[in-house]
């Protein structure tokens, strides 16, 4: 079993800055793949980021690619989503997910989700 808790969420300005982090407990952390997703009212949860168990590997979507730095840190079992120059259409509800896997941008090969957390960029 795996829980994920994401933290950090909250309101900011354009061109701001905002750094998400994912808490694992549970079975292994250091092992997994791990990503990051996000949901905008009414639209479909979509891939943002992920990064491979050594953190050696990362994948962005265009949309952030550039703006956002995924990391992680193994020894705290926890991933990181920094996010630069926020734009109003990055407002969502981040989750953070583990892979068993390899990265992927699909969210279908997830499949431990964190609760979610509420970021939302004024213009």
């Known amino acids: 079993q795996v829980q994920l808790v994401e933290s950090g969420g909250g309101l900011v300005q354009a061109g701001g800055s905002l750094r998400l982090s994912c808490a694992a407990s549970?079975?292994?952390?250091?092992?997994?793949?791990m990503g990051w997703f996000r949901q905008a009212l009414g639209k479909e949860r979509e891939f943002v980021a992920a990064?491979?168990?050594?953190?050696?590997?990362?994948d962005y979507a265009d949309s952030v690619k550039g703006r956002f730095t995924i990391s992680r840190d193994n020894a705290k079992k926890t991933v990181y989503l920094q996010m630069n120059s926020l734009k109003a259409e990055d407002t969502a509800v981040y989750y953070c997910?583990?892979?068993?896997?390899?990265?992927?941008?699909?969210?279908?090969?997830?499949?431990?989700w964190g609760q979610g957390t509420q970021v939302t960029v004024s213009s």
């Open positions: 997910a583990r892979s068993p896997g390899r990265i992927s941008g699909y969210a279908n090969e997830y499949d431990y």
């Open positions: 549970g079975r292994t952390f250091s092992r997994d793949a």
């Open positions: 990064i491979s168990w050594s953190g050696g590997s990362t």
